[in-house]
């Protein structure tokens, strides 16, 4: 069940937020005159989230590409890779 607070408590219990968020690792619901405004959460949980969207993103090309046949075998692109250290 999702953690919902009036936007006074970010002022008011500015701490106690903090502390949820870092423990439960969940983001807090923040509302303005009784309707949803905000979502707080801790900037390793956001990271985290920031992380899998990009990851799923790289993961999505991937696929993409494997469905357009534009792939090749991992031992040319690695031998492609040395070859630009190399020079």
């Known amino acids: 069940m ?3 607070r009036p936007s006074s408590d970010l002022r008011n219990k500015y701490n106690e937020i903090s502390e949820f968020c870092h423990q439960y690792e969940e983001p807090v619901y923040i509302t303005k005159n009784g309707q949803g405004d905000l979502a707080v959460m801790s900037i390793e ?3 985290k989230l920031v992380g899998k969207f990009e990851l799923y993103k790289l993961l999505d090309e991937g ?4 469905k357009e046949n534009k792939v090749r075998p991992f031992r040319d692109a690695v031998d492609d890779i040395q070859k630009d250290v190399i020079k």
């Open 45 to 47: 949980s956001y990271e």
């Open 2 to 4: 999702p953690t919902i």
């Open 63 to 66: 696929t993409n590409a494997r």
